[in-house]
């Protein structure tokens, strides 16, 4: 059983691993940025199956907000065993030629500085060479990260691009403190996160011919926490039928 914080875990992917993670008997903290209902949801489905599960309200994508997180599950968790970095938004579809600083900064700040900050606190409280016993940390990308996004969102696909490299970068620099660092990259999968119509329009150029569930990337995450992928340490795992 280990101890493990889930950011963006009230909806989504982030959601279905927490689900799955609670079912294999782990303790979870699922952080959030708004939507209480959809928290207060998880969280009562894990514990009225027996699980353990709370809940924190807190923007990742800025210090005080990744401080709330961490300093709530370090009281309810006590020690942690790892971290799902997985909150993530997009943004509307639009060229390079017509992206604002304002967007490219909220897309930065959501995707890349959050999943740093959150992985610096899980090295603080992980790490051998801080008095920790290890851990694991999982960093959800996307297939976007390869294909660029064209069209649609480079700004966004980029934004995952720093996340593949923070995976191979930090899994370099703790590997001899206890801690493995990996990826999972999702293709296109059924959540919330899309505009109307996208995976409609998307499905065609799945070979899979098919949209993912959550559940499948859940799935990848929890072997990637698990000691059954013990020795797979700065990897990052496509889950995206073959896009
Ligand atoms: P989703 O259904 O839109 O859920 C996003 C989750 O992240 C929610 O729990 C949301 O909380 C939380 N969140 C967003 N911004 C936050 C912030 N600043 N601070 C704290 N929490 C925040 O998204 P999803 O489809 O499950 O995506 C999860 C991850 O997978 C993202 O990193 C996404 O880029 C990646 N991904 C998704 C797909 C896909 O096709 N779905 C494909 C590739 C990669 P609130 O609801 O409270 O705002």
Same mark, same amino acid.
């Given at each position: 059983?280990?101890?493990?914080?889930?950011?963006?875990?009230?909806?989504?992917?982030?959601?279905?691993?927490?689900?799955?993670?609670?079912?294999?008997?782990?303790?979870?903290?699922?952080?959030?940025?708004?939507?209480?209902?959809?928290?207060?949801?998880?969280?009562?489905?894990?514990?009225?199956?027996?699980?353990? #599960?709370?809940?924190?309200? &807190?923007?990742?994508?800025? !210090? /005080? *907000?990744?401080?709330?997180?961490?300093?709530?599950? =370090?009281? %309810?968790?006590?020690?942690?065993?790892?971290?799902?970095?997985?909150?993530?938004?997009?943004?509307?579809?639009?060229?390079?030629?017509?992206?604002?600083?304002?967007?490219?900064?909220?897309?930065?700040?959501?995707?890349?500085?959050?999943?740093?900050?959150?992985?610096?606190?899980?090295?603080?409280?992980?790490?051998?060479?801080?008095?920790?016993?290890?851990?694991?940390?999982?960093?959800?990308?996307?297939?976007?990260?390869?294909?660029?996004?064209?069209?649609?969102?480079?700004?966004? #696909?980029?934004?995952?691009? &720093?996340?593949?490299?923070? !995976? /191979? *970068?930090?899994?370099?620099?703790?590997?001899?403190? =206890?801690? %493995?660092?990996?990826?999972?990259?999702?293709?296109?999968?059924?959540?919330?996160?899309?505009?109307?119509?996208?995976?409609?329009?998307?499905?065609?150029?799945?070979?899979?011919?098919?949209?993912?569930?959550?559940?499948?990337?859940?799935?990848?995450?929890?072997?990637?926490?698990?000691?059954?992928?013990?020795?797979?340490?700065?990897?990052?795992?496509?889950?995206?039928?073959?896009?």
């Amino acid at each position: 059983m280990a101890a493990i914080v889930i950011t963006g875990g009230s909806r989504g992917i982030g959601a279905a691993t927490a689900r799955l993670a609670a079912r294999r008997g782990h303790r979870v903290c699922v952080g959030y940025r708004s939507d209480d209902d959809a928290a207060a949801a998880v969280v009562a489905e894990i514990t009225g199956a027996g699980g353990e #599960a709370f809940a924190v309200r &807190a923007d990742t994508s800025t !210090t /005080a *907000g990744v401080e709330t997180l961490f300093t709530a599950a =370090g009281e %309810r968790l006590g020690r942690l065993d790892g971290l799902v970095n997985n909150a993530g938004v997009v943004a509307p579809k639009a060229r390079v030629d017509q992206l604002d600083e304002d967007r490219i900064n909220h897309l930065l700040r959501t995707n890349v500085t959050g999943p740093l900050l959150c992985a610096r606190q899980a090295v603080l409280r992980m790490s051998t060479a801080y008095g920790g016993s290890g851990g694991v940390i999982v960093n959800v990308s996307s297939a976007a990260a390869r294909i660029g996004g064209p069209g649609e969102y480079v700004d966004y #696909a980029a934004s995952k691009g &720093a996340v593949d490299t923070l !995976t /191979a *970068g930090l899994a370099a620099e703790v590997v001899g403190e =206890g801690i %493995r660092v990996n990826g999972v990259r999702p293709g296109l999968i059924d959540t919330d996160i899309h505009e109307p119509g996208r995976l409609e329009r998307v499905v065609p150029s799945v070979p899979m011919k098919r949209a993912g569930r959550a559940e499948e990337v859940a799935e990848a995450i929890l072997w990637l926490l698990s000691d059954a992928s013990s020795y797979v340490t700065g990897a990052t795992l496509d889950v995206s039928g073959g896009r």
